[in-house]
């Protein structure tokens, strides 16, 4: 069975994105880029069930920028076998992100896709749930354990109230949360080996789908700030205050 | 407008999360509620109650009863042929049967709205809160999640809704429930609660933890909740972490003990009415968010506050 997992090049999680002033987005001039941090558990996982014998194959593919082929060799590094990099320079929003893994999906033919719950720059958390829909297929969103079992896949989601659990047939949609597992770093060995793996270019013409945009951002600004307020030397006052508050 | 909103339910009780997307909905036009469950005619009739509320559609199936997303949207897909815009509190519910829908109806979800600024125009956070969006669709229909910080609970008493009968849709047969871990907590809930005991990774360990920030907490009536390093650390469980990757709080009160204040914390509760702060670090960035400041070791400080409240 194979395993399709996309990947999205985003800024890295360390750095604080800076509001352009004009308000037209987030500068990432200059600014380090990463995989989604999300999407690299997702890598992990795929990689996991290959190791155990439960995945043959795994094909990593982003949408994105030619520059998102280093987040492809980032997938390949850590396990992946191939690879797929759906190219264009215009932002993709998850409705067409999944048309696109959807027209993928039926080239590759995977029995599981993981991805990631959700990107850290537009925080959607919606592209695996629009895949399932658009393939027909179950999902169990915002895992935190996966165990693939013959024609099924039980996953362990991560709820508000605790933890839930669901079965899927095969074909399934899984995204990961953050308690899945914890991702390894490529060797440089397989940095190198990376390098030969096979990765293919595609635009989203070849698979047909229509990118243009549904949502138009008209602003983008910095958030209300929030003004540091005062110190207090002891318990005493602390408790004082909280008096005032009515609090206690 | 027209809006449908999920309402968020355990099959006897309606969620608190509904009434925020309730307001959000009213902003848009006339609100009509999907009670879909199995068993859940008594959450219906809360929904009923809900003052300014038009209808309530009543889902009642076996196959709805754990609202798995693949037996829900077909559902909420053949409602909305009658309404403009589908709005579901921003839950793991309604994160998980959102966009769902949104792809079958072709449509662009919106993710997390903190405001309504015109019919089709809404702000939402992206960059983890550290920018916020204006977008505007240009889609027929909406589909829309509510961040329920952000908005005001509608009035959970006062309407009279009627309550229609709607067919199910079935079982799709591509998923089930096996079952749940849910937390029973004698505490309030982490995003109803109005004062908020959270604790970082400086508690050491789970017992410190437990040793610590309890006893606080449960002199104040407050809700428990932590920072992702204290819960990767497995001082308590997934459920209690507030930030980014966790819960979305903004009570009257929060008190902030031994947490740093990392941009994904912050973004979990910087909200919050009035931010108390208690770190032996002076330097911490959560000083430059807290409205009250200690600068102590929490070992001492903290049993100190417990006593002298």
Same mark, same amino acid.
């Given at each position: 069975m194979k395993a399709l997992v996309p990947v999205k090049r985003v800024i890295d999680y360390n750095v604080k994105p800076r509001v352009k002033a004009d308000g037209s987005g987030v500068d990432l001039a200059n600014v380090k880029m990463s995989m989604n941090p999300f999407d690299e558990i997702a890598v992990e996982e795929a990689i996991r069930l290959k190791e155990a014998g439960k995945i043959e194959e795994i094909i990593a593919v982003s949408i994105g920028p030619a520059k998102a082929q280093e987040t492809l060799r980032t997938a390949l590094a850590m396990g992946a076998d191939s690879a797929i990099l759906v190219e264009t320079d215009e932002d993709v929003e998850p409705l067409a992100v999944a048309k696109i893994l959807k027209a993928v999906a039926a080239e590759v033919e995977p029995g599981l896709i993981v991805l990631g719950k959700q990107a850290i720059d537009d925080d959607s958390n919606q592209t695996g749930q629009m895949l399932a829909a658009l393939m027909?297929?179950?999902q169990g969103t915002f895992a935190s354990k996966v165990e693939l079992d013959g024609d099924s896949v039980t996953v362990t989601r991560e709820v508000d109230g605790g933890l839930e659990t669901v079965k899927l047939t095969l074909p399934a949609i899984v995204t990961t949360d953050l308690r899945l597992n914890e991702p390894r770093y490529a060797s440089l060995p397989n940095i190198m080996k990376a390098k030969k793996k096979p990765l293919e270019t595609k635009s989203p013409a070849d698979y047909?789908?229509?990118?243009?945009?549904?949502?138009?951002?008209?602003? /983008?600004? !910095?958030?209300?700030?929030?003004?540091?307020?005062?110190? @207090? &030397?002891? /318990?005493? !006052?602390?408790?004082?205050?909280?008096?005032?508050?009515? @609090? &206690? | 407008?027209?809006?449908?909103?999920?309402?968020?339910?355990?099959?006897?009780?309606?969620?608190?999360?509904?009434?925020?997307?309730?307001?959000?909905?009213?902003?848009?036009?006339?609100?009509?509620?999907?009670?879909?469950?199995?068993?859940?005619?008594?959450?219906?009739?809360?929904?009923?109650?809900?003052?300014?509320?038009?209808?309530?559609?009543?889902?009642?199936?076996?196959?709805?009863?754990?609202?798995?997303?693949?037996?829900?949207?077909?559902?909420?897909?053949?409602?909305?042929?009658?309404?403009?815009?589908?709005?579901?509190?921003?839950?793991?519910?309604?994160?998980?049967?959102?966009?769902?829908?949104?792809?079958?109806?072709?449509?662009?979800?919106?993710?997390?709205i903190l405001s309504v600024e015109g019919e089709k125009t809404f702000t939402r956070p992206i960059y983890a809160g550290n920018a916020i969006a204006t977008v505007e669709s240009t889609d027929a229909k909406l589909v829309i999640t509510v961040r329920g910080t952000a908005f005001d609970k509608a009035e959970a008493t006062g309407g009279s809704a009627a309550i229609e009968d709607v067919a199910s849709t079935g079982d799709?047969?591509?998923?089930?429930?096996?079952?749940?871990?849910?937390?029973?907590?004698?505490?309030?809930?982490?995003?109803?609660?109005?004062?908020?005991?959270?604790?970082?990774?400086?508690?050491?360990?789970?017992?410190?933890?437990?040793?610590?920030?309890?006893?606080?907490?449960?002199?104040?009536?407050?809700?428990?909740?932590?920072?992702?390093?204290?819960?990767?650390?497995?001082?308590?469980?997934?459920?209690?972490?507030?930030?980014?990757?966790?819960?979305?709080?903004?009570?009257?009160?929060?008190?902030?003990?031994?947490?740093?204040?990392?941009?994904?914390?912050?973004?979990?509760?910087?909200?919050?009415?009035?931010?108390?702060?208690?770190?032996?670090?002076?330097?911490?960035?959560?000083f430059q968010v807290a409205d009250i400041g200690l600068v102590a070791d929490l070992y001492k400080a903290v049993p100190e506050l417990t006593e002298k409240l």
């Open positions: 027909d297929l179950p047909g789908v229509d990118i243009t945009p549904r949502l138009k951002t008209t602003n /983008v600004s !910095e958030p209300p700030v929030r003004q540091a307020g005062v110190k @207090v &030397a002891d /318990v005493d !006052e602390l408790v004082a205050k909280l008096k005032a508050m009515g @609090v &206690a | 407008m027209k809006t449908l909103v999920w309402v968020e339910h355990d099959n006897s009780n309606m969620a608190d999360a509904t009434l925020a997307a309730v307001s959000a909905a009213s902003k848009l036009g006339e609100v009509h509620l999907l009670v879909a469950g199995s068993g859940c005619r008594a959450v219906a009739e809360q929904a009923a109650a809900v003052a300014g509320v038009g209808k309530v559609h009543l889902a009642d199936d076996a196959a709805f009863a754990n609202a798995l997303a693949e037996n829900v949207a077909p559902l909420v897909v053949g409602l909305m042929a009658d309404h403009d815009a589908f709005v579901a509190p921003a839950t793991t519910t309604g994160k998980n049967i959102a966009p769902r829908v949104a792809a079958l109806l072709d449509v662009m979800q919106i993710s997390d799709a047969g591509k998923s089930s429930f096996v079952g749940a871990e849910i937390a029973e907590s004698e505490r309030p809930e982490l995003t109803s609660a109005k004062i908020i005991v959270s604790g970082g990774r400086a508690l050491k360990d789970a017992e410190t933890f437990e040793a610590t920030i309890m006893p606080l907490a449960d002199k104040l009536g407050a809700g428990v909740g932590a920072s992702r390093a204290a819960v990767d650390a497995g001082y308590v469980p997934n459920d209690y972490q507030v930030g980014q990757t966790g819960k979305i709080v903004a009570p009257e009160v929060y008190i902030a003990i031994g947490i740093s204040g990392a941009i994904q914390h912050l973004a979990g509760m910087k909200d919050s009415k009035t931010i108390i702060a208690i770190n032996k670090d002076e330097d911490a960035p959560i």
